[in-house]
């Protein structure tokens, strides 16, 4: 008997709580699709997991593709919603670039799902991305971020006057989600955990120079000590 209630109870709260089904319904397909690809994932198992069924996840989200749509489209919002509490435009533009990069690092490793999806939609072509039409959009807003950082930096002279922000947004998630997408196979070569804690901090550290290094003028990056931000001493 308790256990019928409670199974009223649970559908009652799904249909009293359709943001909240519809978000629960995204968290565990994101998992299905990050896991087993668009082709592997079945919307099965994802009704099974949130305790709800098949057809309410059509009523939802209309099909399988939807409902990928979906996840694509709040993984992105994900790490767009994360950047916008960075508040860049309060710090310098050099230490702000160094923790957009720091952060853009610490959040690939933080979600992987989030790198699988990705790594997922190039496999095919982007196919399914090109349908949507939230991702362009909160794209556009991040490269106008980018653009706003990187013309601070210029009208300080810390930064050089030939900085892209498309390439240097490309740049900083290629290296960022490296880690992620190859560190199964690049921890079997060379036989080095790519997780710990102190490899982490190591790579990241690389990472922040690396990029930093990139963008500063000759003489400002000359003038700081290599992997440290500290100003060095003249030869």
Do not use: W
Not at 143 to 162: V, W
């Amino acid at each position: 008997m308790k256990a019928t209630q409670g199974g009223r109870s649970g559908r009652r709260r799904r249909i009293n709580d359709p943001q909240g089904t519809r978000r629960d319904i995204v968290e565990v397909a994101t998992l299905e699709f990050a896991q087993k690809g668009y082709s592997g994932a079945r919307v099965d198992a994802i009704a099974s997991r949130t305790r709800t069924s098949k057809r309410m996840i059509y009523y939802y989200f209309g099909s399988k593709e939807g409902l990928y749509l979906a996840v694509l489209d709040e993984a992105y919002s994900g790490i767009r919603r994360a950047e916008a509490t960075l508040d860049l435009e309060k710090l310098a533009p050099e230490e702000a670039l160094r923790t957009l990069v720091g952060f853009t690092f610490d959040y690939y490793n933080k979600h992987p799902e989030f790198v699988r999806l990705v790594m997922n939609e190039n496999i095919m072509d982007g196919a399914h991305m090109a349908r949507s039409k939230t991702i362009s959009k909160l794209n556009v807003t991040v490269i106008d971020a980018m653009g706003r950082l990187i013309a601070r930096g210029q009208k300080e002279r810390t930064f050089r006057r030939d900085i892209d922000p498309i390439e240097l947004h490309m740049s900083i998630s290629a290296l960022g989600i490296f880690n992620v997408a190859n560190r199964a196979t690049f921890s079997t070569i060379f036989r080095r955990d790519m997780t710990s804690p102190k490899a982490l901090a190591k790579r990241r550290e690389e990472i922040v120079e690396i990029v930093l290094g990139h963008v500063l003028l000759p003489a400002r990056s000359a003038a700081r000590c290599p992997r440290s931000g500290r100003r060095g001493h003249d030869s």
